[in-house]
């Protein structure tokens, strides 16, 4: 192997923003340790001296993705909006965050942001409300990217809308909205009937 194909002139960095970059082009479908391997001008498995494998990658891209969420206490509905943002940042990357927060890996940087947004506004069950919110955001941005995408296969219906993302932007904030709720009322039991 030539000094110019040599894995060790890559370190993790390099690699995590190589896979990056080639999500963009190629997507999640068909992002494979080979292709990274290629773009790096290395064997496959030179990648697995930098992640142990493919799904630790993936964590780290999350990771990456999530990590521009800005925590700065600008309120329940605009840290959502920020979570979505960073999402639609790359492609499929609603897609590549929810598969990897499904299966507990990477950080949990948007559940945090989240969650300290609604401490701030003064929900006590934060936590629990803040991973319903983020279950929302990954959902909804993962329907988004797969219409946007379909569309530009040409394979959503002729009956389709002509934009269609189309109302979605109203449809996120209802659903923040109904989620986050009034966290200044407090829900009580029902009083039984005398």
């Known amino acids: 192997m030539s000094p110019e194909t040599n894995q060790a002139r890559h370190d993790r960095d390099s690699v995590a923003r190589s896979a990056l970059a080639l999500l963009d082009e190629v997507g999640l479908a068909d992002l494979s340790m080979r292709r990274i391997a290629a773009r790096l001008d290395v064997q496959p498995s030179a990648l697995y001296w930098h992640f142990a494998n493919k799904q630790e990658l993936l964590a780290e891209l999350a990771d990456r993705i999530t990590a521009s969420i800005p925590g700065d206490g600008r309120g329940v ?17 609603a897609e590549l965050v929810l598969s990897t927060y499904a299966l507990q890996l990477g950080s949990s940087h948007a559940q945090g942001v989240l969650t300290e947004a609604l401490r701030a506004q003064g929900a006590n069950d934060a936590d629990d409300r803040g991973a319903a919110l983020l279950h929302f955001v990954l ?22 809308e002509p934009d269609v993302t189309a109302g979605l932007d109203r449809v996120f904030d209802l659903g923040v909205a109904s989620l986050a709720g009034d966290l200044s009322e407090r829900a009580t039991p029902p009083r039984a009937r005398a």
């Open 139 to 160: 959902g909804h941005a993962t329907l988004v990217q797969q219409r946007m995408h379909a569309d530009s296969h040409g394979a959503l219906p002729a009956a389709a």
């Open 77 to 93: 509905l605009a840290t959502a909006r920020g979570i979505r943002d960073a999402l639609f940042a790359y492609r499929d990357g």
